[in-house]
């Protein structure tokens, strides 16, 4: 059994994704794949097309193994905050080998110098006097790495996966995973992460959502179960665009005041007082996006500080670590990968894993730092649900099926009597597992210390 992970996405999940899970399969030796993946809302700051559940259920039908939801604070994140939470959560499963992840560059060594690079120029007092002169976080970087290391590595920073890369290795680094997890970097084929480009069958996620939303065939780029998903949300007026969402977030937005946008993650430098404005002088949302951007904020930045506002994400609450892991869907090869988690010993990164929201309520009730992310994540999934142009009721996280696919076939790897204290990934068998231990151990020093004082009265 060798376990692969790899943070994406899906929106849609398309041919290139099946590109790199066969890839990773075909290079590394994996025979499991494990995908930490955004939720209803994606890194450019916007709500995926269709919801996490039918997402992920599609991903465990074309090679995914196991789908645990990213939370959605880390999910409208900066890249390097995405990253790191993607690769905290599969360093908590304690059994993930190797990490898999595209690449325009497609070499690990070239990339690793370029993360070694940026680690070492982005201190801040690199950084300030750029950054005050107006220049985007990006650019700056980029010019620090340029002019002490040469265009050669410098330019590596020019494609956005290349980028998501450098991050993914950082995280690695700097949360002493690089030993446990080995790094494997699939060369990006056909087309940029953003971009319009195709080539034969694969295209961007960005090329497939045009052609989606323009109405035109998109089935060529991307597996049947995504094309008969798509098309049946699509008839059903279920897919989810961020235009949609253009009242709300003028509500929003006019009934906050700038010291509570001050504190909404990535708003800073009087950015508030801008939103603040714009939201006053604007009567579409095209009008309030125009109205916010400058040079130095990216529109996916803006998007992610909008969205971010809408769910009362604070910056403080990406100060915490991943409480949990939600799984969203599995096969029984998934199974293999929670069974074999539960029996490794616990370390720092340990979390518990399931697929029922309500067990983490109920196991953290006592824990305020969880139930806030788990607010976070029920708030983001009921207004999800108001970004199509049919509404469907609340409450997604709680009654919606996981998706369970049968394997034909399936001999398992792992012996029969493997111990393990998360079969299945439960909260409450994990919980009840420790406190059983727990009690076992307090029992025993208790005759220990009897025993003691018996053998003191007999002296």
């Given amino acids: 059994m060798k376990t ?11 041919n290139g994704h099946i590109y790199q899970i066969e890839e990773t399969k075909k290079q590394t030796g994996a025979t499991h794949i494990v995908a930490i993946m955004s939720g209803n809302y994606v890194q450019r700051g916007e709500p995926a097309l269709m919801d996490k559940f039918k997402r992920a259920e599609i991903a465990v039908k074309n090679g995914v193994d196991l789908v645990i939801e990213m939370p959605v604070q880390y999910c409208l994140a900066n890249a390097e905050l995405f990253a790191r939470c993607g690769v905290m959560l599969l360093g908590s499963l304690r059994c993930v080998e190797g990490i898999s992840f595209g690449s325009e560059s497609g070499s690990i060594d070239q990339l690793k110098e370029c993360a070694d690079a940026v680690m070492a120029v982005t201190t801040p007092e690199n950084l300030k006097p750029l950054l005050e002169q107006g220049m985007p976080f990006p650019d700056a970087v980029h010019q620090l790495v340029t002019y002490k290391y040469g265009p050669l ?26 030993d446990k997890i080995q790094p494997f970097t699939v060369k990006r084929e056909g087309a940029a992460h953003d971009g319009e480009e195709h080539s034969g069958n694969i295209a961007s996620g960005e090329y497939i959502r045009r052609l989606i939303d323009d109405g035109e065939d998109f089935s060529a780029f991307v597996p049947k179960d995504t094309a008969d998903a798509i098309n049946e949300y699509d008839d059903k007026e279920l897919l989810c ?3 949609n969402f253009e009242r709300i977030l003028m509500y929003r937005l006019r009934t906050i005041s ?4 001050a504190t909404v993650p990535d708003v800073g430098q009087g950015l508030e007082n801008r939103i603040f404005q714009a939201a006053r002088m604007s009567g579409t949302l095209e009008q309030l996006l125009n109205a916010i951007k400058v040079k130095r904020y ?24 991943p409480m949990y892991g939600r799984i969203l869907a599995l096969n029984d090869r998934g199974t293999e990968i929670l069974k074999m988690a539960g029996s ?39 207004i999800y649900t108001l970004g199509a142009r049919n509404i469907r009721p609340s409450g997604m996280d709680f009654t919606a099926k996981i998706a369970y696919e049968k394997l034909e076939g399936f001999v398992s790897e792992l012996p029969a009597d493997l111990k393990t204290t998360a079969h299945a990934g439960t909260v409450e068998q994990v919980n009840k597992e420790r406190a059983a231990e727990a009690a076992a151990k307090k029992a025993a020093e208790e005759a220990k210390k009897d025993d003691s004082a018996e053998k003191s009265k007999e002296n």
């Avoid at 692969?4 to 849609?12: D, Q, S, T």
């Avoid at 700038?258 to 946008?261: F, H």
């Fill in 4 to 14: 692969y992970g790899i943070i994406c996405e899906y929106n849609p999940f398309h």
């Fill in 153 to 178: 590595v410098g330019d590596v920073l020019n494609s956005p996966n290349n980028i998501l890369a450098v991050e993914y290795l950082k995280s690695l680094k700097i949360l002493g995973l690089m």
């Fill in 241 to 243: 665009w961020f235009e």
């Fill in 258 to 261: 700038p010291q509570e946008l």
């Fill in 298 to 321: 990216p529109m996916a930045r803006i998007k992610r500080i909008l969205l971010n506002t809408l769910f009362g994400i604070k910056s403080e609450d990406l100060k915490a670590p």
């Fill in 344 to 382: 490794l010993p616990e370390d720092k990164f340990s979390i518990p894993f399931s697929s029922s929201l309500k067990d983490f309520v109920d196991s953290n009730k006592e824990n305020p730092r969880a139930m806030r992310s788990i607010g976070m994540t029920t708030v983001s999934s009921d």
